[in-house]
């Protein structure tokens, strides 16, 4: 193969490389977005007073389940 022919082919190989970066970040940055509110929507429900989004805190300090068991078994009055 010829160094001139090796020259040509680097600016497509580099695009190509930035294009598959690019779709990888925006994937990953579309995916954060779509997980986000069901990350939220869990951290609420394993808490249980339901006030874990207003404390700062990553995960509840004791997470149960007690909110899916009134709602599944009707008893949440």
């Given at each position: 193969m010829s160094a001139a022919l090796v020259r040509a082919r680097w600016p497509y190989r580099l695009r190509r490389l930035a294009d598959g970066t690019g779709a990888a970040v925006l994937a990953?940055?579309?995916?954060?977005?779509?997980?986000?509110?069901?990350?939220?929507?869990m951290l609420i429900a394993l808490d249980p007073e339901g006030d874990t989004e207003f404390t700062g805190d990553i995960w509840p300090t004791a997470p149960t389940l007690e909110a899916f068991r009134g709602v599944l078994f009707q008893r949440y009055w």
């Open positions: 990953a940055v579309l995916l954060l977005w779509w997980l986000l509110p069901v990350y939220n929507m």
